[in-house]
């Protein structure tokens, strides 16, 4: 029986939609499970070469979670020390933050006629209602630290068992492939995850090199709690687009209310956006890499839908698991149109400075 193209696009858009719904629904799940593969994918390289040093795998599987562990706790305690001292110009901010309330309600005296009095009226109604609902605001607090908790110690968990069951979940989906098609399922397989290292590994290094050139770029300036921003800028950048314009707005406000003038902030822009074009055009292709580029369009589609389907999570986890997506999509015919439209288009003799180089690296 005939299919009309028109038909077969309502079948498509139903199935994401059912998905979409699939996963929100099966987030509790889903995202501790979603998370131990990412960190499973990130840490098998390093895994792989305790095995081939004579380490069994369940040792090795143990030593790639505890360094994980070790390297997570050492960010928190950098940022950690330094929020501790920028704790100590908090009443600066404080102050800084009443006088920009002042001209705002001078603001809005002037250009909407809402008097001071009004406005400390309907901030009143708005307090009164905050403190009703305190005791559900601590309950709730209580509740998603708890729930965090566990959701570590499963990742924790999830993670050992992939690792170390590696071999038996590759054999398992290799089974449900038909026998002629294996190996394109072994190289789907292999392709997903080296992506998703190259990706993960290429980011990590990129953030730490954030981390140095911003806290360069801040000292020089002469924004106080310098590494504590840069660290920040850096941590954002985990998610494209949105990340590092509000890790560079957050500078912004935090040098304004130290006391810093024009030229401070205009200081903090241009060092922006000169480790923005060194990340763009250098880091980014030759730490990163090409495999997982997806369009700007999808890369932001990718990350609304993540944050409404998983919250956070969803959007640190959107990029990776598209390109993911990608792979399998490029090695299967009828969803090739799909890995195409979210890729990243490349016109004909279009080549970077990164690719010159690495082309002149291996003639030599």
């Not at 920028?86 to 009443?98: A, S």
């Not at 924790?156 to 992939?162: A, K, P, W």
């Not at 640190?316 to 792979?327: D, S, T, Y």
């Not at 090695?331 to 002149?360: H, M, V």
Request: charged share 15%; hydrophobic share 50%; proline share 4%.
């Amino acid at each position: 029986m005939h299919t009309s193209p028109l038909s077969k696009t309502l079948q498509v858009l139903a199935v994401f939609f059912l998905v979409i719904a699939g996963l929100y629904f099966a987030k509790p799940f889903l995202v501790p499970l979603a998370l131990a593969c990412i960190i499973a994918m990130l840490m098998l390289p390093l895994g792989r070469w305790m095995e081939k040093k004579g380490i069994g795998r369940g040792l090795a599987t143990f030593l790639c979670l505890l360094f994980s562990v070790v390297v997570v706790i050492g960010v928190i305690g950098i940022l950690s020390w330094q929020i501790a001292s920028f704790v100590d110009d908090l009443p600066k901010m404080q102050q800084y933050i009443g006088e920009l309330e002042k001209k705002l309600q001078e603001t809005l005296s002037n250009q909407f006629g809402l008097s001071p009095q009004k406005q400390k009226e309907l901030l009143k109604q708005q307090q009164s209602s905050g403190v009703g609902n305190a005791g559900k605001m601590v309950l709730s607090v209580m509740s998603s630290s708890t729930s965090l908790l566990v959701d570590m110690v499963l990742v924790l968990v999830y993670t050992f068992l992939l690792m170390y069951s590696r071999t038996h979940l590759k054999q398992f989906m290799l089974k449900m492939v038909p026998v002629d098609q294996k190996a394109k399922g072994n190289k789907i397989i292999s392709d997903a995850s080296h992506v998703a290292q190259q990706y993960l590994l290429g980011l990590a290094m990129m953030i730490a090199m954030l981390w140095v050139m911003y806290g360069v770029g801040f000292s020089i300036i002469g924004v106080k709690n310098a590494l504590f921003f840069a660290m920040i800028c850096g941590l954002f950048e985990i998610v494209p687009f949105v990340g590092n314009i509000t890790g560079t707005t957050l500078t912004v406000i935090g040098a304004l209310s130290q006391g810093g003038d024009s030229g401070m902030v205009l200081g903090i822009v241009l060092t922006y956006g000169t480790v923005q074009f060194l990340q763009t055009y250098i880091l980014e292709p030759l730490v990163v890499g090409a495999q997982v580029k997806i369009n700007p369009l999808f890369t932001i589609i990718a990350i609304v839908v993540g944050e409404l389907v998983w919250g956070v999570a969803g959007m640190v986890m959107a990029i990776p698991l598209v390109g993911i997506a990608k792979v399998v999509f490029d090695n299967i015919e009828p969803l090739q149109p799909y890995g195409f439209l979210i890729g990243e288009e490349k016109k004909k003799g279009e080549s970077s400075f990164i690719d010159t180089i690495k082309a002149r690296v291996k003639k030599s």
